[in-house]
């Protein structure tokens, strides 16, 4: 029985605090979360939390990224919206430095490691966003989490621009070409996706469907990737046909049986 008692008998633990929150869910090197504080905005709830550089931490200059000594500290905190807690909003707030660069021979704004340039967002908000904005319409995830359309619009735009620059485009072997409508009447866009077998996506978007805009997306391409494409899949509109003879002369061009096409109409042509 004693031993039960002791195998039940309640520990204590020290209470979790904001800022140990945030020091493990988002660190930042050489910075610390210090003050923490809950406010009210229009009868809102909204909490504050204050970053301070860690000591004898240099700033990072925003031109060269090398580090410099402190010039000085702008008089008042900038404030950068990040991902809500409860959905409480959160703002953490910071008193940025200039930085006296050396290399760049001027005094700069430092650079920091949760916000790109002037944007009062930081990149973990935009990105907490631009997931939301996939199951959600952007309206609604703007009111949801307590900001405003341009944004939720405005990270949408970061993530995909910043999927595009890093996105590698190599063992591209099989693709497909569709068109789809945008908007009413007969406005389409195309699109061009991998069909390779294990990797399937969406790599292309052209605002038309005509021979130039597509030769203009192969183009970007680049000839060592268009010679690895062997196999395009496409309906049998005739600018795509022309394009993919003049682009990639040496693929097998497999069009759409169920685009218009009788199934015995099926073909393969170079």
């Known amino acids: 029985m004693v031993s039960l008692l002791r195998q039940n008998k309640t520990t204590t633990t020290p209470a979790i605090t904001?800022?140990?929150l945030l020091?493990?869910?988002?660190?930042?090197?050489?910075?610390?979360?210090?003050?923490?504080?809950?406010?009210r905005e229009n009868l809102h709830p909204v909490i504050e939390v204050e970053i301070v550089p860690r000591k004898n931490a240099k700033p990072v200059?925003?031109?060269c990224q090398c580090k410099g000594s402190t010039y000085d500290h702008m008089p008042h905190h900038r404030s950068f919206d990040f991902v809500p807690l409860w959905n409480i909003p959160?703002?953490?707030?910071?008193?940025?430095?200039?930085?006296?660069?050396?290399?760049?021979?001027?005094?700069?704004?430092?650079?920091?490691?949760?916000?790109?340039?002037?944007?009062?967002?930081?990149?973990?908000?935009?990105l907490f966003l631009s997931r939301w904005a996939k199951h959600l319409s952007w309206k609604q995830t703007a009111k949801q989490f307590h900001t405003s359309w341009d944004t939720v619009f405005r990270s949408v735009d970061w993530v995909v621009k910043y999927g595009l620059a890093h996105r590698?485009?190599?063992g591209i072997t099989a693709i497909g070409i569709d068109e789809v409508a945008y908007t009413l009447g007969h406005n389409y866009m195309t699109l061009i996706y991998q069909i390779n077998n294990g990797s399937r996506r969406l790599i292309g978007i052209v605002k038309a469907r005509s021979e130039?805009?597509?030769?203009?997306?192969?183009?970007?391409?680049?000839?060592?990737?268009?010679?690895?494409?062997?196999?395009?899949?496409?309906?049998?509109w005739k600018p795509y046909l022309n394009v993919v003879r003049l682009m990639l002369p040496m693929?097998?061009?497999?069009?759409?049986?169920?685009?218009?096409v009788s199934p015995r109409m099926v073909t393969f042509a170079r």
Not at 106 to 112: K, L
Not at 217 to 232: K, S
Not at 251 to 260: E, S
């Open 90 to 126: 959160v703002r953490l707030l910071y008193r940025m430095r200039r930085v006296d660069c050396k290399r760049c021979d001027s005094v700069t704004v430092e650079q920091i490691p949760w916000a790109e340039g002037k944007h009062h967002c930081t990149n973990a908000f935009r």
């Open 61 to 63: 200059c925003s031109n």
């Open 168 to 170: 590698c485009m190599d």
């Open 212 to 236: 130039s805009s597509l030769t203009e997306w192969f183009n970007t391409l680049g000839p060592e990737r268009r010679a690895a494409i062997t196999i395009v899949c496409s309906d049998m």
């Open 18 to 20: 904001i800022n140990t």
């Open 251 to 260: 693929a097998l061009n497999i069009l759409d049986r169920f685009d218009g």
């Open 23 to 39: 020091s493990f869910v988002h660190p930042i090197k050489s910075f610390v979360y210090q003050k923490v504080r809950l406010v």
